[in-house]
Nanobody
């Protein structure tokens, strides 16, 4: 089993910045990819940003140029630096990691979510 622990959410004003962090622990042989998703009230969960083991990154169009994702496979940590925040970024942010366990099984894991609220 793998646990993901998120931190860094909170309340910030329009134009401000926040840094989200997610650390994994447990049955981890290799982390194949890491990312952040978000879900706003009344909306579906959507991809914000993701990074592969080799370092390839993908961003939602709505956050390009404002958010930066980084990952540390050795530390099993993924960071989302969020700048120039807007009220429409308000959502519950979920960490996601695809993990290969020591038993060779590949599974997806999710954090419990951290709330980001941007005031106008």
């Amino acid at each position: 089993q793998v646990q993901l622990v998120e931190s860094g959410g909170g309340l910030v004003q329009f134009g401000g910045s926040l840094r989200l962090s997610c650390a994994a622990s447990g049955n981890i042989f290799r982390i194949n990819g890491m990312g952040w998703y978000r879900q706003a009230p009344g909306k579906e969960r959507e991809l914000v940003a993701e990074i592969t083991r080799s370092g390839n990154m993908r961003y939602a169009d709505s956050v390009k140029g404002r958010f930066i994702i980084s990952g540390d496979n050795a530390k099993k940590t993924v960071i989302l630096q969020m700048n120039s925040l807007k009220p429409e970024d308000t959502a519950l942010y979920y960490c996601h990691q695809e993990v290969t366990g020591w038993n060779g099984v590949v599974m997806d894991y999710w954090g419990k979510g951290t709330l980001v609220t941007v005031s106008s």
